[in-house]
């Protein structure tokens, strides 16, 4: 069977300009690669009707399907069914059932259409229209010379729900079962990507299907796994026994799968654990409760927190003694590990997380720019102090410092 080559064209000056991320690009690649069609190129192009069409005699030539998202509105600088006819010199015609949607639509909302709004119902005599379950303008599929365009409105919403609906078939129909790709992405934390990779570097070599790649990223590290088979029971088997291999490594570090997001896991181990946290936050000024409560469901295990920047406030409201800022100071084990107790405390929880240090640009009683304690505290007894120097600007070392204290509490969630 030939092989599919595929290319994404983007169309919008925003993107450009990097006002916003070209992320419909990175979802469709996803979407593609599981029917193990090849995306070659990804084109981005400004809102100008000559560039447009110089974009689209590439992708022709170069690409068996070309998906195109963005230039399908109403106003003067949608320039994608302009730019297509240009090169195809296919007569375009309105959509009647599109036009009724159009008139419904502001007729519900009391308000009146103005003609630019027709632009959108505008088609290519013959193509096949890609119902728009999400939005107004419809999606469209042509043949032009061999080659299968999709044209997506620029909207993610829209883009995935046409897509899902309406090519997403097309795919399993031009493919077959013998294509198919299945990616399992595993999550590390506390380990670097260097160390992983060291780890796992036998397999790595080895590796053939499924492939095995790290990737770092700002919470932690992880492996995407990519298997090729012929149904999803093959796919599913050769991903299980992989990622087996992987965990008796390394698993101990392993928190979680496809999107889940650690805090997403400690929310979970809290809920099942039948547990309640509260964090006292000085240097990350709420970062870490903000994770938290980030999750869904999350006010069944978190009741809030406090930000205690100020020695006053750790002082008069979170209740760290008088003798422990003067002899220790703010900056030390000893009061992290009594902020932890004082918050668990007061907000009536079994588990008490704090966070004190120096995140710059100076230091602070002695201590340098990236000191950092983490304690937890819970109602059984367990106290625990960590210390750290971070390096980096002043964001980048609370942020850090925020997901230490992810990692620090999972562990402790986790034994």
């Known amino acids: 069977m030939k092989q599919v080559k595929a290319e994404i064209v983007a169309v919008g000056t925003e993107l450009l300009l990097g006002q916003i991320a070209n992320t419909n690009a990175q979802w469709l690649s996803q979407q593609l690669a599981q029917y193990g069609i ?41 320039l994608t069914r302009e730019a297509f006819q240009r090169i195809s010199k296919l007569e375009m015609v309105e959509h009647q059932a599109t036009i009724d949607k159009i008139e419904m639509y502001f007729k519900n909302h009391t308000s009146n259409m103005t003609p630019n709004n027709r632009k959108q119902a505008r088609i290519f005599k013959g193509c096949t229209v890609l119902k728009n379950n999400a939005g107004m303008a419809p999606g469209m599929k042509v043949e032009l010379e061999g080659k299968s365009w999709f044209f997506l409105p620029g909207v993610p919403r829209e883009m995935k729900r046409i897509t899902t609906d309406e090519i997403i078939p097309f795919l399993r129909n031009l493919t077959g079962d013998a294509q198919m790709i299945k990616s399992l992405v595993l999550k590390f934390i506390g380990i670097g990507e260097s160390t992983l990779e060291h780890e796992l570097k036998d397999l790595i070599i080895a590796q053939s299907n499924p492939t095995i790649a790290p990737l770092a990223q700002d919470d932690g590290v992880v492996i995407r796994l990519t298997a090729k088979g012929s149904s999803e029971k093959q796919l599913d088997e050769l991903l299980g026994k992989t990622k087996e291999q992987i965990l008796a490594r390394v698993g101990d570090h392993f928190f979680g799968e496809n999107d889940q997001t650690i805090e997403q896991v400690i929310v979970e181990l809290l809920q099942s654990k039948n547990k309640k946290l509260a964090a006292a936050e000085s240097l990350t000024g709420g970062m870490f409760t903000e994770k938290i409560i980030s999750v869904s469901g999350a006010s069944s295990v978190c009741p809030g927190g406090l930000v205690c920047y100020d020695t006053k406030v750790k002082q008069n409201i979170l209740g760290v003694a008088e003798q422990t800022i003067q002899e220790e100071g703010t900056v030390s ?76 509490l999972f562990n402790y969630l986790k034994s």
């Open 333 to 408: 084990e000893a009061c992290a590990a009594e902020m932890a107790d004082q918050i668990r405390k007061k907000f009536d929880s079994q588990i008490g997380i704090s966070f004190t240090g120096v995140a710059g640009p100076n230091e602070i009683e002695g201590q340098p720019v990236g000191k950092v304690y983490i304690a937890i505290s819970d109602a059984n007894g367990y106290k625990k102090v960590d210390s750290f120097l971070f390096t980096g600007a002043r964001f980048s070392i609370r942020k850090r410092a925020s997901i230490k204290g992810l990692e620090i």
């Open 38 to 78: 090849n995306v070659y190129n990804h084109a981005v192009v400004g809102d100008n009707l000559d560039r447009v069409e110089e974009a689209f005699l590439q992708a022709q030539g170069r690409s068996d399907i070309i998906i195109v998202t963005g230039g399908l509105g109403p106003t003067d600088d949608d």
